[in-house]
T-cell receptor
């Protein structure tokens, strides 16, 4: 099966600019996640969707980050305006949420954002 | 979610078994132990999970102590492709609201 797709793979912007990342989950996966991974650290969950509804966005900096999942399939994550500390890899993951794959999350390759 | 403690780094000779320890002394009765790994420049990859019993799949074995306060991930015949950061995570099941909280992980280097 095709994996989780993300684009772009790399992005360089200046601080105060805006940027958007796109994710296409594995077909049929109802749950979608966005993680932020700063260099040298483990991924940190930003937001979790179940179909097109938000399950958990407690770690999302809502003053500058926004995410949507229209029609319960693709998702976009936006940062506006970007700060230097937003430099990180942004990972999208999806899960089937049904046995026997209930426990597995499948991650995309990530988008590496550099803010200068 | 309970916290985990892992060694920062480990080395393993190619072809030998890699045994990666994880301490989770505050684990609750309904929390599972998960292992993911992240190869350089890739997203994390699910390896295995368990609740109480030892588990084995095509990638690895998971040994959980009887008191569930620690576990060991075993890669039976490590190859160079197993070089990665390995994350041990404990959480309740997804359908009970659990989420993956990644720590620093163990950086495993498999050497020829």
């Amino acid at each position: 099966e095709a994996g989780v797709a993300q684009s772009p793979r790399y992005k360089i912007i200046e601080k105060r600019q805006s940027v958007a990342f796109w994710c296409n989950p594995i077909s049929g996966h109802a749950t979608l996640y966005w993680y932020q991974q700063i260099l040298g650290q483990g991924p940190k969950l930003l937001i979790q969707f179940q179909n097109n509804g938000v399950v958990d966005d407690s770690q999302l900096p809502k003053d500058r980050f926004s995410a949507e999942r229209l029609k319960g399939v693709d998702s976009t994550l936006k940062i506006q305006p970007a700060k230097l500390e937003d430099s990180a890899v942004y990972l999208c993951a999806s899960s089937l949420a049904l046995a026997p794959r209930l426990h597995e999350q499948y991650f995309g390759p990530g988008t590496r954002l550099t803010v200068t | 979610d309970a916290k985990t403690t892992q060694p920062t780094s480990m080395d393993c000779a190619e072809g030998r078994a890699a045994n990666l320890p994880c301490n989770h002394s505050t684990i609750s009765g309904n929390e599972y132990v998960y292992w993911y790994r992240q190869i350089h420049s890739q997203g994390p990859q699910y390896i295995i999970h368990g609740l109480k019993n030892n588990e084995t799949n095509e990638m690895a074995s998971l040994i959980i102590t009887e008191d569930r306060k620690s576990s060991t991930l075993i890669l039976p015949h490590a190859t160079l492709r197993d070089t990665a950061v390995y994350y041990c995570i404990v959480r309740v099941a997804w359908n009970q609201g659990g989420k993956l909280i990644f720590g620093q992980g163990t950086e495993l280097s498999v050497k020829p």
